[in-house]
């Protein structure tokens, strides 16, 4: 039963001007994409649309299995979107961590190991009790990772995540989004360069002009260069 | 006169301590109603507030206008506009609510409402749509996405309702006119201020003064140290 994504004839206006018009798009289990374009060509847009926190102005995005109640306003519990700069809520990091899970009515004892397992896995521990708008970006990005990564995401939008992160940030993000990987997720990377990061993607896509191609350049390219 | 004046000034002051039965009950009817309002507007403003700020439609700017318009409309208006409505000739006189507390919680709901949907409404506008968003990907539904953005705003939230607060319990204008300024009933702080001063009798004055602007400094500290705790982050 693996989560299947298909995305058809979805189009994206603001006012008058058309910012994509996209035929067919679909994303399987385990795969990975790297989103690529230039700024403002709607890289946020679509990944929003596709996450379901936007509605596009026409057109459908269909996710199986649907695990939505019948009458949730949910979005689909299994796909999450993470912000190019992650917000978190006041708090601590553990409070943060553990959002997701108090909204499923998971009991505390399970909640409490849950969340710190999580914290060891983004290697935030010494931080567990810290506030979190106290966090540096790169340990808000990692938080943002454990805070999806407790909800076992089958798919993942992860909007430049390494934008403004230094190079030892941008390896520890790696490492997390490779073991999400790893582990079955399927994982949508927008950026507009590649980095160590993008490389853990197999396919790539760019869009451009409204419209979104499978990339030229296959990965094994990539690393020759 | 300047006896006098230190004269009353001790005669309030003791009518104070001494828990004067009459004195007390006026502070009671004030809060009784004050806190009643508060209590009633509160969560609709706040709803509405949210809804502003979260919901593009067409012509909500005239409706954020129309709201802050309403802010500035003087009680004595809203006191008269009630008392059209409530007395007995008026469209509402059949429900028999002039010269009652309930009348006077009406007009101090009325008064509130707009303040807090202002308030509340600048209050969400301040939160990042990332908030929202995040709540949702997370897998809140709308309800829990809606308290979510409350809990972040909550110091700004309660900076409202303390300020809606301060608004209702001091104003004098529509308790006087729809409440009637009856004695254990709806006779509150402001209204008997304005009737004791026309008397002549400053010391009930001036112990009832007493008591609002005790109340005004408590609300202003609390309103203060709220700000210091919802700095920047
Ligand atoms: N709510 C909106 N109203 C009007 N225009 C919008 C809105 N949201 C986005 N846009 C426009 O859509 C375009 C695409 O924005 P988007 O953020 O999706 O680009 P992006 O590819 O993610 O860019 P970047 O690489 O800089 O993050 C931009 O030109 C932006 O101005
Ligand atoms: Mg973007």
Redesign the pocket.
């Known amino acids: 039963m693996g989560l299947e994504l298909t995305a058809s004839n979805i189009v994206k206006r ?2 008058e ?1 058309e ?1 994509f018009s996209i035929e067919q798009l679909q994303v399987q289990e385990g795969e990975s994409l790297h989103l690529s ?10 990944m929003k649309i596709l996450a379901g926190l936007d509605k596009p102005c026409a057109g459908r995005i269909n996710v199986t299995p649907n695990m939505k109640g019948r009458w949730s306003t949910s979005l689909h519990p299994k796909v999450i979107y993470l912000h ?1 700069t992650p917000y978190v809520f006041s708090g601590s990091v553990k409070d943060n961590i553990a959002y997701g899970l108090k909204l499923k009515g998971i009991s505390r004892g399970q909640i409490k190991r849950t969340v710190q397992s999580a914290l060891e896995w983004a290697r935030l521990e010494e931080f567990a009790d810290h506030a979190a708008h106290s966090l540096s970006g790169g340990e808000k990005q990692r938080l943002a990772l454990a805070r999806a990564w407790v909800l076992t995401p089958g798919l993942l939008f992860l ?2 995540p390494t934008a403004n992160l230094d190079k030892q940030s941008v390896d520890s993000v790696t490492e997390l989004v490779r073991k999400m990987v790893d582990g079955g997720a399927a994982v949508m990377i ?1 950026s ?1 360069q590649t980095n160590p990061l993008t490389e853990v993607c197999q396919r790539s896509l760019l ?1 451009a002009d409204g419209k979104v191609s499978e990339s030229q350049f296959p990965k094994e390219m990539l690393f020759d260069a | 006169m300047q006896d006098n004046l230190l004269e009353t000034s001790m005669l309030s002051l003791q009518l104070l301590f001494s828990l004067d039965a009459e004195l007390w009950d006026i502070i009671g009817v004030s809060f009784r109603v004050s806190i009643t309002a508060i209590l009633i507007a509160t969560l609709p403003a706040i709803l509405v507030g949210f809804f502003l700020a979260m919901v593009d439609f067409k012509g909500r700017w005239m409706v954020i206008a129309l709201f802050n318009a309403l802010m500035a409309v003087p009680t004595v208006v809203v006191g008269l506009t009630l008392y059209l409505l409530l007395s007995r000739s008026g469209p509402l006189g059949d429900l028999h609510l002039l010269f009652t507390q309930p009348a006077m919680i009406i007009g101090q709901v009325a008064l509130a409402f707009p303040l807090l949907v202002c308030m509340s409404h600048s209050a969400f506008q301040s939160i990042d749509k990332r908030a929202w968003e995040t709540a949702r990907t997370l897998g809140a539904n709308c309800f829990f996405a809606v308290t979510t953005i409350m809990k972040e705003a909550r110091f700004a939230l309660l900076a409202a309702v303390l300020a809606g607060f301060g608004r209702i319990i001091s104003e004098v204008g529509c308790s006087m006119m729809i409440g009637g300024n009856i004695m254990s009933y709806t006779r509150n702080i402001p209204t008997a201020i304005a009737l004791e001063t026309s008397k002549g009798m400053f010391a009930q004055g001036i112990a009832l003064g007493l008591v609002l602007l005790i109340l005004a400094l408590l609300l202003n500290f609390t309103l203060a140290s709220i700000r210091g705790k919802g700095r920047l982050v």
Request: hydrophobic share 25%; proline share 0%; aromatic share 4%.
């Open positions: 603001f006012g001007r910012l374009g230039d700024n403002g060509v709607g890289k946020t847009t679509l190019q909007d430049e927008s507009h869009l």
